[in-house]
């Protein structure tokens, strides 16, 4: 169902853009994205290099741009006016999948306590779409780069999504919430159903000239989520109603370096 209503809300803002944007006359762009998402969550050692590189996950997202610098009605540069040859406004549609598990210290193999049992025996995933826009800003100029002045156009982004995101948290010592299988932080601190949130999205990355009308791109960026359950977990004292968590400081967010490719359409 979440799926579905991505695909629809995705679609619409699509097409309402392209056939407003299309009437004033700018060209768009489509592309594709992939590549490894690093997932920064609850599970794991904060600032572990084994957890940073143990909880990575793999991306895709379809992308579409308005380009303000040419115009599809007269196929000529649009009016020489700075926003039109330094921005464009980028739509995208991604999908990631990330499998978790806690990594660090707490689970090295010297530690024999139950809580060490317990956390090596948790695992979980997420598996988030997301749908939004960004404002992409290019230091150089957007027309000599189409124009086959220079091969590499850097850039900058920030934007907003909306996301639908689907944790999944067990433990292979049995069910969770139990003196068993749960060390006493994660009492009642995990979510099984699917549910939405809102993250801030930005990102440097450069486009290299393929051809006159095709580019690739590689987007190093950043996602930080309004809410501490994209992953499954939220380990809080006013969750578990014993324990203190002062080590649960931040939402999620991942770390996403994709490469794409990109077409001119008009």
């Not at 997202?61 to 007269?74: A, E």
Request: negative net charge; charged residues 15%; proline residues 5%.
């Amino acid at each position: 169902m979440n799926t579905k209503l991505f695909l629809l809300v995705f679609f619409f803002l699509f097409f309402t853009k392209q056939d407003s944007f299309s009437q004033a006359g700018f060209s768009h762009e489509v592309g594709v994205i992939t590549g490894p998402v690093v997932f920064y969550s609850d599970f794991g050692e904060r600032y572990n290099f084994e957890t940073n590189a143990g909880n990575v996950g793999f991306g895709i997202g379809l992308i579409h741009y308005i380009n303000f610098s040419y115009s599809s009605d007269c196929n000529c540069y649009t009016r020489a006016v700075y926003f039109n040859d330094h921005f464009k406004i980028r739509t995208e549609l991604d999908y990631h999948q990330t499998n978790l598990n806690h990594y660090g210290k707490w689970v090295a193999p010297d530690r024999t306590s139950l809580f060490a049992d317990q956390l090596r025996a948790m695992s979980g995933s997420a598996t988030v779409f997301e749908v939004g826009s960004q404002l992409e800003y290019f230091p150089l100029s957007i027309r000599d780069f189409a124009a086959g002045q220079y091969k590499i156009a850097p850039f900058i982004s920030m934007g907003a999504h909306w996301v639908s995101y689907d944790p999944e948290v067990s433990s292979t010592l049995g069910q969770l919430n139990s003196p068993a299988t749960t060390p006493d932080k994660y009492y009642n601190g995990f979510q099984q159903e699917p549910a939405s949130t809102w993250a801030v999205v930005w990102s440097v990355g450069i486009r290299y000239k393929l051809s006159p009308l095709s580019d690739l791109m590689l987007d190093s960026r950043w996602h930080f989520y309004f809410s501490d359950w994209v992953d499954g977990l939220n380990p809080t004292f006013e969750n578990n109603g014993s324990t203190p968590v002062p080590e649960n400081k931040a939402n999620e967010w991942i770390y996403w370096l994709n490469v794409g490719y990109i077409y001119y359409i008009n």
